[in-house]
RNA sequence: GGCGAGGUAGCCAAGCGGUUAGGCAACGGUUUGCAAAACCGUCACACGCCGGUUCGAAUCCGGUCCUCGCCUCCA
């Protein structure tokens, strides 16, 4: 197998992964602020870990998984406040929400999930010994509370990972003079509250943490300082990483770099711009999950490279309802791949006789399977290249198809039905286990047929067992071969959205996603 | 202003120095009572624009136009 590689964006390169210790692999992710459902973005981070964790599971490495939640946040005690509800109490309620949808859309559960409320006694260690340090400092503020600030300048490599310099910060227009800091670029590790307010007892008073020290204690806590691979989003690189690396990197004077490999994934847009809560233009995963299966916004957004931006279209129709035309269609391609894996499953059952030598179309089919499940494999390994490792699978699938055809063309020739299961069932291994590596076709073919089915049907407002009998009377019609009656029944069938297929074994139908 | 990403055939999207990426749509064909599904083919010698390097560039270099992002909360 060849090797992992993976880009990193401190060093800007693409480089072969090389783990700190053999055969380990840790992994943190920045999660989520936990104060509304997660939307399309968020599950878009969520992937290319969940990707990148199945990668180096398949490389045969022992992962360590952390992803957080950061449940203490001014944002979340402003939205608790307009419920009426304690900050903590809706926070652990959209962590539920995000927990479930991403476990819906596939993504393995991490080792462990550490929340801000939970690491207090480690944020207030993380913070005392910088202080210590010198590299933070204590200030008192108007209304006698005490901020902690880290020192920007007493770390050398800060601004390594954006490439930002700190002169250039400085001029910068959205840099906020505040005279009561030593330099305006130092930021915040404890920000110290009222008695009254929602807060924790620490060596500066009552107060709460910086934004960005959570990750750098949490980090610490489950994986130890200097770990393998750093993900998140985009917009994370700065100020949020940047400072991560200053004040865990600065907490451990030659200990060397907090992380091997600096993972950044694109944004989704919608209309060109950025997905964002401030810019009021996110879908969320719910909205999405209404109408789609989960398996069609996985594939949808695994159909582009994590790093690049993701478009995400949407389509108000003229009742009003919104649609999301590409992840139709990835759903479409979703029921394709699942009906080319249970055609390979199931169209060569029984008892066969093996023949000793394969029937030289058989052989290239055989071989072209191997070639794409090579290539699927070898463009997860640059740099989680999903799009084509997608294309790959699509073409097992195709070449599934392909010997399902011959194989029934060939019907009455048992040799060549027993050489093409034979081919069957090594080309149903490798979609199973690329479809795997993505995260998909993870249940089996007639569960997910039966509850697209069912979505399909309400949302159309049918009932399963009006159609079944519908078709059921089109079929009898048919087979008494009165066809100006079983096309119209067709016809009345198909503008309900309901698709007909006759095959050999009888009438089967289908909804459009 | 500083830093960064990107512009690929109707649409989505890989490739990043030389052999067809792939998907969707559209249109032909095989199949079918007719369809659908599946399969085959066409659309596709496409790569923002102008120069340069090279035997050869979508891929490298220079310039230029446009879009987007970060620098404030953001995945």
């Known amino acids: 197998m060849a090797r992992l590689r993976l880009y990193?964006?401190?060093?800007?390169?693409?480089?072969?992964?090389?783990?700190?210790?053999?055969?380990?692999?840790?992994?943190?992710?920045?999660?989520?602020?936990?104060?509304?459902?997660?939307?399309?973005?968020?599950?878009?981070s969520a992937l290319a870990p969940d990707v990148l964790v199945r990668r180096l599971r398949r490389h045969g490495y022992q992962v360590t998984y952390v992803r957080n939640v950061t449940d203490?946040?001014?944002?979340?005690?402003?939205?608790?406040?307009?419920?009426?509800?304690?900050?903590?109490?809706?926070?652990?309620?959209?962590?539920?929400?995000?927990?479930?949808?991403?476990?819906?859309?596939?993504?393995?559960?991490?080792?462990?999930?550490?929340?801000?409320?939970?690491?207090?006694?480690?944020?207030v260690a993380l913070v005392s010994a910088l202080i210590a340090q010198g590299h933070a400092y204590e200030l008192e503020m108007p209304g006698g509370t005490h901020d902690v600030y880290f020192a920007v300048r007493s770390f050398a490599g800060y601004g390594r990972l954006s490439r930002r310099k700190l002169d250039d910060l400085v001029a910068g227009a959205r840099v906020e003079r505040d005279d009561s800091k030593r330099d305006p670029l130092d930021f915040a590790l404890w920000k110290g509250a009222g008695r009254d307010e929602w807060g924790w007892e620490s060596p500066w008073g009552w107060g709460r943490p910086g934004w960005h020290i959570e990750c750098s204690a949490m980090s610490e806590k489950h994986l130890g300082f200097g770990f393998d691979i750093h993900a998140g989003?985009?917009?994370?690189?700065?100020?949020?990483?940047?400072?991560?690396?200053?004040?865990?990197?600065?907490?451990h004077p030659g200990c060397g770099a907090m992380a091997s490999y600096w993972l950044h994934n694109g944004f989704v847009n919608v209309d060109k711009e950025k997905m964002a809560k401030s810019l009021g233009n996110f879908v969320t995963v719910s909205d999405v999950l209404e109408r789609n299966d989960p398996e069609a916004l996985r594939a949808f957004l695994l159909g582009v490279q994590y790093r690049g931006p993701v478009q995400f279209d949407t389509e108000k129709l003229a009742d009003g309802r919104v649609v999301f035309?590409?992840?139709?269609?990835?759903?479409?391609?979703?029921?394709?791949?699942?009906?080319?894996?249970?055609?390979?499953?199931?169209?060569?059952?029984?008892?066969?006789?093996?023949?000793?030598?394969?029937?030289?179309?058989?052989?290239?089919?055989?071989?072209?399977?191997?070639?794409?499940a090579k290539a699927g494999d070898e463009a997860l390994d640059d740099d989680l290249n999903t799009p084509?490792?997608?294309?790959?699978?699509?073409?097992?699938?195709?070449?599934?198809?392909?010997?399902?055809?011959?194989?029934?063309?060939?019907?009455?020739?048992?040799?060549?039905?027993?050489?093409?299961?034979?081919?069957?069932?090594?080309?149903?291994?490798?979609?199973?286990?690329?479809?795997?590596?993505?995260?998909?076709?993870?249940?089996?073919?007639?569960?997910?047929?039966?509850?697209?089915?069912?979505?399909?049907?309400?949302?159309?407002?049918?009932?399963?067992?009006?159609?079944?009998?519908?078709?059921?009377?089109?079929?009898?019609?048919?087979?008494?071969?009165?066809?100006?009656?079983?096309?119209?029944?067709?016809?009345?069938?198909?503008?309900?959205?309901?698709?007909?297929?006759?095959?050999?074994?009888?009438?089967?139908?289908?909804?459009?996603?």
């Open 388 to 513: 084509v490792a997608l294309a790959s699978l699509g073409e097992i699938a195709r070449l599934g198809n392909e010997l399902a055809d011959l194989a029934w063309k060939r019907r009455k020739d048992a040799g060549f039905v027993g050489a093409a299961s034979v081919v069957a069932r090594s080309a149903h291994v490798a979609l199973r286990r690329l479809a795997d590596d993505l995260g998909l076709l993870r249940a089996p073919a007639e569960e997910y047929a039966a509850r697209t089915r069912q979505r399909r049907l309400s949302r159309r407002g049918l009932r399963e067992a009006d159609v079944a009998a519908r078709v059921l009377a089109r079929d009898e019609a048919r087979r008494q071969r009165d066809f100006t009656a079983s096309d119209r029944l067709r016809d009345e069938l198909s503008a309900a959205g309901v698709t007909l297929r006759d095959g050999p074994l009888g009438t089967e139908w289908s909804l459009e996603p």
């Open 325 to 372: 035309p590409g992840v139709d269609e990835a759903e479409r391609r979703v029921d394709y791949l699942y009906a080319a894996e249970r055609r390979l499953r199931d169209a060569f059952g029984g008892a066969m006789t093996v023949p000793a030598k394969l029937p030289p179309e058989l052989l290239a089919t055989r071989d072209a399977v191997s070639a794409a």
């Open 8 to 44: 990193d964006t401190l060093t800007r390169e693409t480089r072969e992964f090389e783990p700190r210790a053999p055969g380990i692999a840790r992994v943190y992710l920045c999660g989520p602020t936990t104060y509304d459902a997660p939307h399309v973005g968020h599950a878009r």
């Open 233 to 251: 989003g985009m917009d994370l690189v700065f100020p949020h990483h940047e400072n991560e690396i200053a004040q865990s990197e600065a907490a």
């Open 72 to 123: 203490v946040d001014d944002k979340i005690l402003a939205r608790a406040r307009e419920r009426g509800e304690a900050p903590l109490e809706l926070s652990a309620r959209m962590a539920g929400v995000y927990q479930e949808q991403m476990r819906a859309l596939g993504c393995l559960d991490p080792e462990v999930e550490p929340r801000v409320s939970q690491h207090l006694p480690e944020i």
